[in-house]
């Protein structure tokens, strides 16, 4: 299958210009100044891109695609993400994630529905694990999934700072960091622990002492929702200067961030004003998560649901309100999570990659058309490929 892509701007992220890119089954086959059709004897889909930028398909490295939440029992249980939730959202590649149920939402469900989803047309890895500690693996250990598991290639999402996690030592916390690391070695992968920050001001704490303490790099660590709270942020600020990665959540709600949580495309600017490396940072969706809401003695008084369509809306508003140039800005959902997770296939417009892009209209930035593996799943705003179950 041939798709010849004409008369685009490539952000690879980093700005290319005006050039042409052929597309050769699920790969980029050649990037131009101008590749022209054959008169005869191939068959090739033509997509004119003028006006439009072309740039790499979104990562959402965390998101909950079996569903999340049940804080408020049963009833509360998110639904599972749907294809056309990530590919309107221009996301190409996920990472799916357990959050505080470690029960009821298995790891074998995890792995069928990253298969499921890689069926539809999408890429899909997953972390092995949930907020609890011991995690709970699929084959009894977390250097045996990461090995053999082709689908896993870390850990977590392990909860800290959080009333609801397991409250780990830093014993039990280098013992996984090592685990994922060795798994990580021996397979190619990045066998990163992702780690979810809450509320508390414990903050980063153990994961800083099993750095001081241990021989395990800090980037073995990829916490997330650092914008949670401001105090959080000024720890992630530290945390970043001292060589960590940060992740940013962007699904959130007005109440959030009237009570102090800071909006990802103001984080993202803050932390460049403050010196802290674009490489350094992400963002993701924490889609289909449980947004819950919390008094003061732990009871829980509401409960929204996470959205994959607030990962690249972010990066509009950082582009669009912040100032942050397009292939700076792009980069947190891009090459950046490429880079941390070694997805080597992913992340940037280049020959031998995987043709997963998306056609921004220049004017502006909105989603125009989402290629994934060299397929078209939108166009002109509207997904022609829909999920098994999808009306």
């Keep these: 299958m041939l798709t010849l892509i004409k008369n685009g701007e490539i952000c690879a992220p980093q700005y290319l210009g005006k050039k042409d890119l052929l597309i050769v089954d699920s790969k980029i086959g050649y990037i131009a100044d101008e590749i022209n059709k054959p008169d005869q004897f191939v068959d090739m889909k033509v997509i004119n891109a003028e ?9 959402d490295s965390h998101v909950h695609i079996t569903g999340g939440g049940g804080e408020g029992s049963y009833r509360t249980r998110t639904p599972e993400l749907k294809l056309t939730d990530a590919t309107l959202a221009g996301v190409t590649t996920i990472v799916g994630v357990i959050g505080t149920d470690g ?3 298995t790891m074998s469900n995890l792995i069928a529905k990253a298969r499921a989803l ?23 250990t977390i250097e045996d999934d990461i090995i053999l598991i082709d689908k896993i290639i870390g850990a977590g999402e392990v909860a800290i700072a959080d009333h609801r996690s397991s409250q780990p030592t830093a014993e039990e916390m280098a013992k996984i960091a090592s685990a994922s690391r060795i798994g990580g070695l021996l397979s190619g992968k990045a066998g990163i622990v992702n780690i979810h920050v809450g509320d508390s001001y414990d903050h980063l704490k153990i994961i800083e002492k099993v750095v001081a303490e241990t021989d395990i790099p800090i980037r073995q660590f990829y916490p997330t929702h650092i914008n949670r709270n401001p105090h959080l942020f000024e720890q992630g600020i530290k945390f970043a200067k001292r060589g960590g990665y940060v992740d940013f959540t962007t699904s959130t709600i ?9 909006k990802c495309s103001i984080a993202l ?13 992400t963002f993701t969706s924490d889609g289909q998560a449980s947004l819950p ?7 829980l008084v509401g409960l929204k649901i996470g959205k994959v369509s607030t990962l690249y809306q972010e990066v509009y508003d950082a582009i669009m309100s912040e100032g942050i140039p397009p292939e700076i800005a792009l980069r947190v959902i891009t090459q950046n999570p490429a880079s941390i997770l070694k997805l080597s296939q992913k992340g940037m417009v280049k020959e031998g990659k995987d043709a997963d892009l998306v056609l921004l209209n220049k004017v502006d930035f909105t989603i125009d058309t989402v290629i994934a593996l060299g397929k078209v799943m939108v166009e002109n705003g509207t997904a022609i490929v829909k999920g098994t179950f999808e009306d």
């Design 269 to 281: 600017k803050s932390m460049l004003d403050q010196g802290v490396d674009i490489s350094q940072i």
């Design 118 to 140: 890689e069926e539809e047309g999408i890429t899909c890895y997953v972390h092995t694990g949930s907020y609890q500690v011991p995690l709970k693996t699929l084959t009894g």
């Design 103 to 105: 029960t009821t939402r």
């Design 51 to 59: 006006g439009k930028y072309i740039v790499p398909g979104f990562i």
């Design 293 to 299: 809401d919390f008094n003061e003695f732990g009871e």
């Design 254 to 262: 007005p109440k959030f961030l009237e009570e102090g949580e800071v």
